[in-house]
């Protein structure tokens, strides 16, 4: 089983459209949670961090569940601008550096 | 504001050929990777290095050498180039020992060098 597990997509979505994305980790250690985000043939950048409260940015919106080992990403009213390939992100400590990848689903929003 | 350099972007190497891929960072972090990306694959480790003088295989390490002789530095080198490691190469970076929970404590990545070996 894969440590970082996300739907395969791809996703096609219209424009305006609300789009979620899961995510889990087999890893129950895992104490810090990420979505990158990944533009085509360019290198990931931080989305943002998912807390255990969940948080908001603007369109974006981060829910964590520790006790089922799942995260996921919703953004909603979907730009044309959001199509990329979304990283889910688990790092197994705050103190070490092991970062474990999710193979990314891709994303294109259709005009 | 240059964060974290890599060079070549592009390089095309015969099999059995050598070549270092360069890394350098300016954010005085800590922990340097070296991940390579493949379709369907994801990001997979290769090697990485906690501090100077430091350095630890990752999930991928064969065919592959880094040192880190400063903070700063981490060349990856390929050995003796085969197929198999055509791919795209990123360098990364993080600063250790952030505090619980701070966003921070995030990686950084430079913009990848594509390599094919023919």
């Known amino acids: 089983r894969k440590e970082v597990e996300q739907d395969p997509g791809p996703f096609n979505v219209p424009e305006g459209a609300t789009v979620a994305f899961n995510c889990t980790y087999s890893n129950s250690a895992s104490q810090s949670f990420f979505w990158y985000r990944q533009d085509c043939r360019k290198e990931p950048k931080l989305l943002m961090s998912?807390?255990?409260s969940g948080n908001e940015d603007g369109r974006f919106t981060a829910q964590l569940n520790r006790a089922s080992q799942y995260i996921s990403l919703l953004i909603r009213d979907s730009k044309l601008s959001d199509s990329a390939t979304y990283l889910c992100?688990?790092?197994?400590?705050?103190?070490?550096?092991?970062?474990?990848f999710g193979p990314g689903t891709r994303l294109s929003v259709l005009p | 504001n240059a964060g974290v350099t890599q060079t070549p972007k592009f390089q095309v190497l015969k099999t059995g050929q050598s070549m270092t891929l360069q890394c350098a960072q300016d954010?005085?972090?800590?922990?340097m990777s070296w991940y390579r990306q493949d379709p369907g694959m994801g990001l997979r480790l290769i090697h990485y290095s906690v501090g100077a003088g430091i350095t630890d295989q990752g999930e991928v390490p064969n065919g592959y050498n880094v040192s880190r002789s400063t903070t700063e530095d981490f060349p990856l080198r390929l050995l003796s180039a085969a197929p198999s490691q055509t791919s795209v190469y990123f360098c990364?970076?993080?600063?250790?020992?952030?505090?619980?929970?701070?966003?921070?404590?995030?990686?950084?990545f430079g913009e990848g060098s594509w390599l094919t070996v023919v």
């Open positions: 998912v807390y255990s």
């Open positions: 992100v688990v790092k197994w400590d705050n103190y070490g550096q092991n970062f474990v």
């Open positions: 954010m005085n972090h800590e922990y």
């Open positions: 990364a970076s993080s600063p250790t020992l952030g505090r619980q929970g701070s966003a921070g404590n995030t990686i950084y």
